[in-house]
C-alpha cells in the first residue's frame, strides 16, 4: 500500500497568526494560482511575524495546542480536513494509531452540523459518546466536544429545529457528568474537577433555555400543509420514519389527527423498524379485534432498537482504511472520491458509517 501521509523529510507546513490563534497558511492553493512558479522564497518572508516557514513552523504548531488547552480559548481545534486514516496498529510506513480522540478533532464536525442532512447524525455521534466514551477523550478532543455542543445548541436556540434530539443529548450528557463528578478518584478525569463542574452548569443551563424556548408562530400568506388534499398529507405522513414526528404532527389540527391514528400508517411503520419474527412475537389486540399496530410499535420499541436513517453520513473506505465526509456535489461534478483512494472504483470500496460504527472503529 503506498504512503499516503504527508513526506518526514518535506520541510513542513507554514503556519499564521490570526485571533483565533495559529492556522495553517495554504498560499500554494489560495493566492498563487498560475503564478506559482514565479513566487521566490524572498516573497514569501514579507511578513515574517504571521508567516513560519521551513523549522519554525514546529515552535508554531506547540504553541497553538498550548493555546488550546487553555480553558479560556474557544476557538475549535485547527484541523479542519475531510479525511483521516483510520490505523490501528504500527506499520513500516506508519507508527502509532489512531484514536477516537484524534478522529473527532481532526474530521470537521463544526461545519457538519451546518448541513441539515448532517445534524442528526453528529448529533447521535455526539450522544453515544456522552454514554460511555466521554472519559476515553483527550483534553483537546474533550475541549472541542463541547465547542461543537455549544454551537449546536446555540444553532437550536436560533432557528428553533429538533430541540427534541438536543433536549435527549443534553439529559445524557447531565447524567454522565452527575456520575463522573459524584465518583470523582474512581475514574480517570482530566483536567481540574472545577473545569468538570463548570461543565455540568453550563449544561443546566442550556437546558433550562431549552426547556423555555418557545416557538413563535409562523404566519404565511401562501399555500400551508393543511391546504393540501388528504391524500398528500397522508403520502406525507408515509414518508415520516419516527413515531415522536408523526404524533406531534397529529396535534397541529384536526385532520392530521385523523391521519396519523391510521392503522395502515402504524403498520408500514412497524414493518420499516422491526422484522416480521419480532411483532409476531408481540401482537397486541384492540377490542374489535384487530391489531393495535400503534401500540404495538412502542411496544417494539422497548425490546428492540430502531432503525437509524440519516441524510448523510461518514464514508469508510475499505481498501484505504480512511474515515471522511463525502461531499456528493464535488462527486457528481469533479467526480472526487473525497479522499485519495488508490482504488480502480473507488465507490466500489465505501461503506457508510453509522455513529455506533464511528465508535467501534476506535475499540483496540
Request: contains cysteine; glycine residues 4%; charged residues 25%.
Amino acid at each position: 500500500m503506498p504512503f499516503l501521509g504527508q513526506d518526514w523529510r518535506s520541510p513542513g507546513w507554514s503556519w499564521i497568526k490570526t485571533e483565533d490563534g495559529w492556522k495553517r497558511f495554504e498560499y500554494l492553493n489560495h493566492m498563487l494560482g498560475d503564478n506559482i512558479n514565479e513566487l521566490t522564497l524572498e516573497e514569501l518572508d514579507n511578513d515574517k511575524e504571521n508567516v513560519y516557514v521551513g523549522d519554525v513552523c514546529e515552535i508554531a504548531a506547540k504553541k497553538r495546542k498550548k493555546d488550546f488547552f487553555n480553558n479560556n480559548t474557544k476557538s475549535q481545534f485547527f484541523f479542519q480536513e475531510r479525511w483521516i486514516y483510520v490505523q490501528k496498529e504500527s506499520t513500516r510506513e506508519r507508527h502509532g494509531y489512531c484514536t477516537l480522540g484524534e478522529a473527532f478533532n481532526r474530521l470537521d464536525f463544526s461545519s457538519a452540523i451546518q448541513d441539515v442532512r448532517r445534524f442528526n447524525y453528529v448529533v447521535k455521534l455526539l450522544q453515544l459518546i456522552a454514554k460511555s466514551q466521554l472519559t476515553s477523550l483527550s483534553g483537546a478532543a474533550q475541549k472541542n466536544y463541547f465547542n461543537v455542543l455549544e454551537k449546536i445548541v446555540r444553532k437550536v436556540l436560533d432557528d428553533h429545529h429538533n430541540p427534541r434530539l438536543i433536549k435527549a443529548l443534553l439529559n445524557d450528557l447531565s447524567s454522565t457528568l452527575c456520575i463522573l463528578i459524584r465518583e470523582v478518584g474512581k475514574c480517570v478525569l482530566i483536567g481540574n474537577i472545577n473545569i468538570w463542574v463548570c461543565r455540568l452548569e453550563t449544561i443546566l443551563n442550556w437546558q433550562q433555555q431549552l426547556n423555555s424556548l418557545q416557538i413563535p408562530k409562523q404566519v404565511s400568506n401562501g399555500m400551508t400543509l393543511s391546504d393540501l388534499p388528504l391524500h398528500m398529507q397522508n403520502n406525507i405522513l408515509f414518508k415520516f420514519s419516527d413515531a415522536c414526528d408523526i404524533i406531534n404532527m397529529g396535534q397541529t389540527t384536526p385532520t392530521l389527527h385523523m391521519l396519523s391514528e391510521d392503522r395502515q400508517l402504524w403498520k408500514k411503520l412497524c414493518q420499516f423498524h422491526f422484522a416480521e419474527k419480532q411483532f409476531c412475537r408481540h401482537l397486541i389486540l384492540s377490542e374489535k379485534g384487530h391489531v393495535d399496530w400503534k401500540l404495538m410499535f412502542f411496544t417494539l420499541q422497548k425490546y428492540y432498537p430502531v432503525k437509524e436513517q440519516y441524510g448523510d453520513t461518514l464514508q469508510f473506505c475499505r481498501h484505504c482504511s480512511i474515515l471522511f465526509w463525502n461531499d456528493r456535489h464535488l462527486a457528481l461534478i469533479f467526480k472526487d472520491s473525497g479522499h485519495p483512494c488508490t482504488a480502480n472504483d473507488p465507490d466500489s470500496c465505501l461503506t457508510p458509517v453509522s455513529p455506533q460504527h464511528f465508535i467501534d472503529l476506535f475499540k483496540f
